[in-house]
């Protein structure tokens, strides 16, 4: 049947068809529902299982480093990022006390733990989902590495002075109130890696995964870089400012890129 609807397609139809790409950011939705109804959401388990287990490979130094579920045989280090976390703790005693939004169950910190063990105190403390909370705490949480349900519950137990999201914000649904709370909650330094940005307009996208990673599709923001800033304006300093990882991302339509962002407070 494949081969009979194969020759009865045109081949300019057919190298379209090719062309399309099935995976990455999708979309110009109007609101999170409509983004919602047209993916599958987060709550699919496979994802918790598949980044528990790369993760303990890690931890358990069957393996060098993970990323979305991924493990390499080698650290890709965001040097940026890591050397703002290096001079934020030289700036407080040689300690780092940080919170760390949609942290997954330590990615950020297995892959920084290395430069970071020196340090006199060092804090790593996870705000997730529930399901992620419960599994850190049986597998992964130890002196330095701990789990929250709540910034506020993280917030009254270890006092943090940096907050810190990397590749997390651009999920949940109002990342805009979101990020005005932040702030209000005055933070001594925030800081931003993986995060999408236009330069400037929003744009709300479902991103499909990989199967090779996971099966999943979920609402994706592509926030306006321009008003992200002015967020920020009035109570902080832009201290630096970086291309991520990923740099350029392949959206149609629009010039869209990672970006990581240090913020200091006035």
Same mark, same amino acid.
């Given at each position: 049947?494949? @081969? ?45 299982? @598949? ?49 760390? *939004? ?18 006199? +105190? ?30 506020? +519950?993280?917030?009254?137990? +270890?006092?943090? *002075?940096? *907050? ?12 805009? +109130? ?13 800081? *931003? ?74």
């Amino acid at each position: 049947m494949k @081969k009979i609807l194969k020759n009865l397609i045109p081949p300019i139809i057919l190298k379209i068809i090719k062309k399309k790409p099935k995976y990455g950011f999708f979309g110009d939705y109007k609101n999170w529902q409509e983004a919602l109804d047209d993916s599958s959401g987060y709550n699919n388990p496979e994802i918790l299982e @598949k980044v528990k287990s790369s993760l303990l490979k890690v931890k358990n130094g069957k393996a060098v480093y993970e990323r979305d579920s991924v493990n390499f045989d080698k650290i890709q280090y965001s040097w940026p990022l890591l050397t703002s976390l290096l001079w934020i703790a030289s700036k407080e005693g040689n300690k780092l006390n940080l919170l760390d *939004f949609g942290g997954s169950l330590g990615s950020s910190y297995f892959q920084n733990k290395k430069w970071l063990s020196h340090l006199s +105190e060092l804090k790593w403390n996870i705000v997730e989902q529930d399901n992620f909370i419960k599994c850190g705490k049986i597998h992964f949480e130890d002196s330095r590495l701990k789990f929250f349900g709540s910034i506020d +519950e993280c917030i009254l137990k +270890e006092r943090p *002075f940096l *907050f810190f999201a990397s590749g997390s914000i651009q999920y949940i649904e109002n990342p805009h +109130e979101f990020l005005q709370q932040i702030i209000f909650k005055g933070f001594k330094y925030i800081a *931003f890696d993986r995060t999408t940005f236009l330069q400037k307009r929003d744009r709300l996208t479902v991103q499909k995964v990989r199967p090779g990673i996971y099966n999943a599709s979920y609402p994706a923001w592509f926030l306006s870089e321009e008003e992200f800033l002015k967020k920020f304006e009035s109570k902080y300093e832009l201290w630096a400012e970086f291309d991520s990882l990923a740099g350029k991302i392949n959206l149609k339509g629009d010039d869209a890129y990672e970006k990581g962002f240090i913020f200091r407070k006035n």
